[in-house]
């Protein structure tokens, strides 16, 4: 069963951190580019990050700088470190496999990812 599971969502301060994983069953995740999108309340869906199955990445310029992803193939997971967090990254984050690694084009093909639960990120003092 193809599957990916997203975690490490929470309660955060401005300027924390947190570090969401996206981890695969019933597949080789090192396989795939994998994606990490958000979704704030009453917006769309957008890319945040992606990484290839090389290890090539891009990031949303959001969170250039401040948002970092990386891939484990041993343990078959993408994590998302996030730094410097502010209150307009609060949204559900998502991860899925996109066919290539480019952010701005990423959520064009939002309808055709199997999404999972997501994790709910809240930036807020």
């Known amino acids: 069963h193809w599957q990916l599971v997203e975690s490490g969502g929470g309660l955060v301060q401005p300027g924390g951190s947190l570090r969401l994983s996206c981890a695969a069953s019933?597949?080789?995740?090192?396989?795939?580019?994998i994606g990490w999108f958000r979704q704030a309340p009453g917006k769309g869906r957008e890319g945040v990050s992606c990484?290839?199955?090389?290890?090539?990445?891009d990031y949303a310029d959001s969170v250039k700088g401040r948002f970092t992803i990386s891939r484990d193939n041993a343990k078959n997971t993408v994590y998302l470190q996030m730094n410097a967090l502010r209150p307009e990254d609060t949204a559900v984050y998502y991860c899925?496999?996109?066919?290539?690694?480019?952010?701005?084009?990423?959520?064009?093909?939002?309808?055709?990812?199997?999404w999972g639960q997501g994790t709910q990120v809240t930036v807020s003092s």
């Open positions: 019933g597949f080789t995740l090192d396989d795939y580019v």
């Open positions: 990484i290839s199955s090389g290890s090539s990445t």
């Open positions: 899925a496999a996109p066919r290539e690694c480019i952010v701005a084009t990423m959520a064009d093909h939002n309808a055709d990812y199997a």
